[in-house]
């Protein structure tokens, strides 16, 4: 199974698009979000993709209610799935873990830092689909069947 995963778009609604776009050209089956939307427009962006989407609140997140009107499930603090066989924990903020539940993957966003760090878990961090912070919108792909997670540039027009 082919996921996008992806943090941080901070109602950044031309990185949201270009990430729609970016996942669907490479086939995502499935989007995990790691937090921080921040208001329901930017949620509906997302929606386009139309496939399943996991999601977690961030520290910027506002108006939780609406958010979760549009993605059911959506929570705050650790999330815990199963995709295409594999175990995923999702959480905005790595350091927030703490000794909870692991899984063979885990996604998190927050530092606004690309990252792919090998081992069990896996631990992937997408960066910053916003790209307001560093000015570098990234998200990320896995392949479930190769563990194998490439970390690419947001190409907006």
Do not use: Y
């Amino acid at each position: 199974m082919k996921i996008g995963i992806i943090s941080d778009s901070h109602d950044n609604l031309f990185a949201v698009a270009a990430a729609v776009d970016a996942f669907k050209e490479r086939g995502a089956e499935a989007l995990i979000h790691a937090g921080d939307f921040v208001a329901p427009f930017a949620v509906k962006g997302f929606l386009k993709l139309d496939v399943p989407i996991v999601a977690v609140f961030g520290n910027c997140d506002g108006e939780h209610r609406a958010i979760s009107e549009l993605l059911l499930g959506v929570v705050a603090g650790a999330r815990h799935e199963t995709l295409g066989g594999v175990k995923f924990t999702i959480v905005h903020a790595l350091d927030r873990l703490g000794k909870g539940r692991r899984g063979d993957v885990v996604v998190c966003g927050h530092t606004h830092k690309p990252d792919v760090s090998g081992g069990k878990p896996l631990v992937i961090n997408p960066g910053e689909c916003g790209g307001w912070v560093t000015g570098r919108a990234t998200a990320a792909m896995l392949d479930t069947e190769t563990m194998k997670a490439d970390i690419f540039a947001l190409e907006m027009q």
